[in-house]
Structures are given as structure tokens and as C-alpha cells.
Nanobody
Framework: VQLQASGGGLVQSGGSLRLSCAAS????????MGWHRQAPGKERGLISC????????YYADPVQGRFTISRDNAKNAVSLQMNSLKPEDTAVYYC????????????????????WGQGTLVTVSS
């Protein structure tokens, strides 16, 4: 099983980045996918997730209206388009896969995720 996140980097405040996560080794279309982030000195937390067939999406309040999650089951990939980036978005971003039924309460629980990627660093300068 592998989740390979990419697309992180250094961007100025107000800029955009697109994160991608390539999955392999499991039945991708049977898993909800989430993007989590961990800023220095803070807990890792869910910022967005998408259901198996893309009919459900969730965004945490800090990113609502700025970030958009999407997935392509044919390519075993999930993406996170991040616009209007702020310095407080600086963090390591992780993609993760969960086999639970679509339920944002469950998907906010890190322990419900079966697989995790290695993380990609996003740094937003002011």
C-alpha cells in the first residue's frame, strides 16, 4: 500500500498550490479520502475529505471556500486545490484513506484512517 503526496512548496500569501496524492496497493474506490495537516507544535487535524464516489465533501472551517478537494477513481488519485493561501496554512499536509462509511464525525477521527501518506510541506510566506 502506498500513498504518495506531492505538490507542496513555498508560496506567498494569497497564492495557490495544488496537492496531489497517488494511491496504490488497495481498492481506492472503496475508500473515503482525507487531507490532514499538522503545523509545528500542533496536532494533526482533518481539513477536507471526500466520499468514495465524490458525492460527499467536507471542509474544516479554516479552509472552507478556499480549498477544493477532488478525486479521480480511474487514476487512483486525490487532489487538494488550495487558493488564497495564508501564513497560517503552513503545515505538513497528509493524504489518508479510510474504509468507513461516509460520516464526517468518523472521518475527523485520525484513528479511523487505514493508510497514510508521507506528507508534503506547504510553507506560506507573509
Amino acid at each position: 500500500v502506498q500513498l504518495q503526496a506531492s505538490g507542496g512548496g513555498l508560496v506567498q500569501s494569497g497564492g495557490s498550490l495544488r496537492l496531489s496524492c497517488a494511491a496504490s496497493g488497495f481498492l481506492f474506490d472503496e475508500y473515503a479520502m482525507g487531507w490532514h495537516r499538522q503545523a509545528p507544535g500542533k496536532e494533526r487535524g482533518l481539513i477536507s475529505c471526500i466520499s468514495k464516489n465524490s458525492d460527499g465533501e467536507y471542509y474544516a472551517d479554516p479552509v472552507q471556500g478556499r480549498f477544493t478537494i477532488s478525486r479521480d477513481n480511474a487514476k487512483n488519485a486525490v487532489s487538494l486545490q488550495m487558493n488564497s493561501l495564508k501564513p497560517e496554512d503552513t503545515a505538513v499536509y497528509y493524504c489518508a484513506a479510510a474504509s468507513v462509511n461516509w460520516n464526517t464525525g468518523s472521518l475527523n477521527d485520525k484513528s479511523r484512517y487505514d493508510y497514510w501518506g508521507q506528507g508534503t510541506l506547504v510553507t506560506v510566506s507573509s
